[in-house]
């Protein structure tokens, strides 16, 4: 020691000396001489510098880590405080009550996840609780400035078989998603058969924001979400289904559409979830708007009409406004609360599980425009829906008759007026009594609710209607089995040219004419009409003026007949798919029938 310190001070006077003889030497020149010369040796500065260094590095780590989790948090409307509760892996509760995580998996259970749930539970197990998902919405969506409120929001969820990651992810989702102030409770239904949420709430403590409601009895989705709104809180009623995501940014555009309207029914964007892999799809086009079917169960996608586009394009940002549509048909969807306890919420006479009830949603709609209030789909709010695995819970035949008895309560309700047009969509229905809600109808008496026929009229203007219906059907040729099909082309807003295609019943080959404007129309408002191009093919576009066709049986009273079109006749063609009109020669590729063709 005493050696080193006298190396040091003969180091200093070194220096001393260069100094005194050299003027050009600078003060940081000379300290970093000392530095070097006299500091680098020495074994304890080293070690010190290193763990400066050290700390330093941790310190810079842990700034770049918290300003990216803020930056995340101020995306979700978060404080970075409430984000930082958020456990970042799901707690298990085993059969012997004790807390754990996921166990690894054995041989052949996944299948047997797979069977019993529909998704893969060892997958959702292992994924965590606030997981990223990406936000495919529109980017006006995301650049929008949208209005603050103090309206609160209920998300209702009602439990049926999946497993407790896949509901906890729903939940955590919501949370994390919305702003504390702006969140008034999550209402989870538990019935008979569910998966028991308690202990894992409590083990989340989410316990003030989860509130969880039980019942004895197994019960249909619309009775379970009627009896589960009388326990929340909020202004909005959100209504997801137990296998979901909620997306980011979802809360602020449904907030300031409520602001505007209070007596909104409102229909949210969807993405896709796969059951199996949990990876996120961007899945419905958002450019897209339903009307009703004459089942009163289906509604029909078309593209937004150009009435509403011009509407909403008087708008401040058009394209991230709320899009009017006359039905709903998805899964996620919102209603102000006190609109929908005033109309008597959902018909809980509708037959369906605790995961479908066909048609409830249609209804509701129709209800809610005649009734005062507004139905709107909301393009910058965003749900995603994890895809089930093994087919609908319901077998086709039960599925059917569901389908079969809720579009009968439907069409007893509203369709007195169209009873031909329902009977001709649903056949079966010519043979089943159809009950009733009376409850629904005292309250559609005391509020002076709008027709059916005001519905067509004012809201759902693609829809078909009008006078006595002369042939509704397939339009089938007589020279095989070909039928005239929309391909595609009567949910689009630009023309398209149908074909002849095979016949299979479906919507797209389903045609109405009538003595009202004699058109051939789609049930989504398309008419059969003249190519501006080719002067001697047929196309689908908007009904207008001069669309009348003819119908002229081949002997009086025949079910065959010619299709005639500006004198000219509709042929069939087996070397082209392409629809032609051309001079009436009554051969017979130009004989064709309707034809109720089941699907």
Not at 182 to 208: P, W
Request: one cysteine or more.
């Amino acid at each position: 020691m005493n050696e080193l310190r006298h190396r040091s001070t003969t180091e200093e006077d070194r220096l001393d000396e260069i100094s005194e003889k050299d003027h050009s030497f600078t003060a940081v020149q000379t300290l970093l001489l000392k530095v070097i010369e006299k500091k680098y040796n020495n074994v304890h500065f080293r070690h010190r510098a290193f763990l400066y260094l050290s700390l330093f590095l941790l310190l810079l780590i842990y700034f770049s880590y918290t300003l990216v989790q803020a930056l995340q948090c101020h995306n979700a409307g978060l404080t970075t405080a409430f984000e930082e509760t958020l456990d970042q892996q799901p707690v298990f509760i085993s059969d012997s009550n004790k807390r754990g995580f996921a166990v690894v998996e054995r041989s052949g259970e996944r299948d047997l996840y797979l069977k019993k749930f529909r998704v893969d539970k060892l997958r959702s197990d292992s994924l965590p609780l606030n997981r990223h998902l990406a936000d495919y919405r529109p980017e006006v969506c995301k650049v929008k400035l949208y209005k603050k409120t103090r309206l609160t929001i209920s998300v209702v969820i009602v439990l049926d078989i999946a497993p407790p990651s896949v509901v906890l992810r729903a939940i955590f989702s919501a949370i994390r998603r919305t702003r504390p102030e702006n969140l008034a409770d999550i209402v989870l239904y538990a019935q008979k058969g569910s998966v028991d949420m308690s202990e894992y709430i409590y083990a989340h403590s989410l316990s003030q924001t989860v509130r969880i409601v039980t019942s004895p009895t197994k019960k249909t989705l619309s009775a379970a979400r009627n009896e589960a709104v009388t326990y929340a809180k909020g202004d909005i009623l959100v209504f997801i289904p137990e296998a979901s995501e909620i997306l980011p940014g979802w809360a602020e555009p449904l907030l300031e559409a409520f602001s505007d309207n209070p007596a909104l029914l409102a229909g949210l964007s969807m993405d896709e979830i796969n059951g199996e892999t949990f990876a996120q799809v961007e899945h419905v086009p958002w450019h897209l708007i339903s009307i009703p079917r004459w089942d009163f169960v289906t509604a029909a996608p078309i593209e937004i009409p150009e009435h509403e586009q011009k509407r909403r394009g008087l708008l401040p940002y058009p394209d991230a406004s709320p899009v009017r549509t006359p039905v709903l048909q998805f899964l996620p969807w919102a209603a102000g609360k006190e609109h929908f306890l005033k109309l008597g919420g959902l018909d809980e006479g509708m037959l369906g599980t605790a995961s479908e009830v066909p048609g409830d949603i249609l209804e509701l709609s129709i209800r809610w425009w005649s009734c005062g209030g507004e139905v709107v789909y909301l393009p910058c709010s965003k749900v995603a829906f994890v895809t089930l695995s093994g087919g609908p819970p319901l077998s086709g035949h039960l599925l059917a008759e569901n389908q079969l008895y809720n579009s009968g309560r439907t069409a007893t309700r509203w369709g007195s007026q169209y009873t031909q047009f329902y009977h001709e969509a649903v056949p079966k229905s010519r043979y089943q009594s159809a009950s009733h809600s009376s409850r629904l109808e005292h309250v559609i008496s005391s509020l002076s609710c709008q027709t059916l026929n005001w519905f067509i009229v004012n809201i759902a203007v693609d829809w078909n209607f009008g006078g006595k219906l002369i042939r509704q059907g397939a339009i089938k040729s007589t020279q095989g089995n070909a039928c005239v099909d929309a391909m595609g082309h009567d949910g689009r807003y630009s023309p398209g040219r149908p074909e002849f295609y095979s016949c299979h019943g479906g919507y797209s080959q389903r045609w109405v004419y009538l003595t009202s404007n004699k058109q051939i129309r789609t049930e989504t408002g398309k008419c059969l009409s003249s190519d501006p191009y080719w002067h001697d093919v047929i196309t689908l576009d908007y009904c207008g003026e001069g669309h009348q066709w003819r119908w002229e049986p081949v002997t009086g009273g025949s079910n065959i007949g010619y299709l005639i079109y500006k004198d000219l006749c509709l042929e069939y063609r087996p070397e082209n798919h392409l629809l032609f009109y051309v001079p009436c020669k009554q051969t017979a590729s130009q004989q064709f029938t309707f034809e109720i063709i089941p699907p």
